[in-house]
């Protein structure tokens, strides 16, 4: 099943500007990472954040974690058109036992555009 | 440094043919593999993932199978493809014991027609 929803599902804005886009989930997990997609290609991994993280910089990404809320945000700061892409957020549920798998939930992504 | 590869890039198949999906990593030892499908403008959908040669976990019952005959390499099959199995398909892997960030193949679009 799908745990993260992205919000918005698709975000247009103009070179320069900043984006932001967020990502809400369901059950309790070890961390949250976000996914940048070009049309036709693999997912590549942009960030990771901790469940006992709160805020994560990387160059302009920006993401954010609120564990009482289950919601995380990604902050893109004076985009570019090279930033064009679906964005996706990925969480990773807690385990039992000291054993993890790896396996990550993916959202539906937000779609954004940014003209030149 | 590690590399995945995918092939083949796409693929063109009429209903009722069987199916191979080829994904192998390269630089790396006993990574978890996963496979994917991505309906368009879709997340992805976990189908298989392996944490062993030979061992293949399902997440959703289907008309494909996957195996892993070697490390490094993981396949994704079905003996009879079904118009629903069009998709795009992505093979990704990760480090055992980490964090779990998975790294992406480029993927294979499949059009069953």
């Known amino acids: 099943s799908q745990q993260g929803e992205e919000d918005p599902q698709a975000l247009s804005i103009q070179e320069g500007e900043n984006a932001t886009m967020n990502c809400s989930y369901k059950?309790?997990?070890?961390?949250l990472q976000w996914y940048r997609q070009n049309s036709g290609r693999g997912l590549v991994h942009l960030i990771l954040i901790r469940s006992n993280e709160r805020e994560k910089h990387s160059g302009r990404l920006r993401v954010t974690l609120d564990t009482s809320k289950k919601s995380s945000s990604l902050l893109i700061t004076a985009s570019r058109a090279a930033d064009t892409a679906s964005y996706f957020c990925a969480t990773a549920g807690t385990t039992t036992g000291g054993t993890s798998y790896g396996k990550l939930t993916f959202g539906q992504g937000t779609i954004l555009t940014v003209h030149p | 440094s590690q590399t995945i590869h995918q092939w083949p890039a796409t693929l063109v198949q009429p209903v009722g043919s069987p199916l191979s999906l080829e994904c192998t990593v390269e630089g790396t030892s006993n990574p978890n593999l996963y496979w994917y499908r991505q309906a368009a403008g879709r997340g992805l959908q976990l189908l298989f993932y392996s944490v062993g040669i030979g061992q293949i976990s399902s997440e959703v019952p289907q008309n494909l199978s996957a195996s892993r005959p070697q490390d490094r390499q993981f396949i994704l099959s079905s003996k009879k493809l079904l118009l629903s199995d069009s998709g795009f398909y992505l093979c990704a892997w990760s480090v055992i014991r980490g964090r779990s960030e998975q790294y992406f193949g480029p993927g294979t679009r499949l059009t069953v027609t």
């Open positions: 059950t309790s997990i070890n961390n």
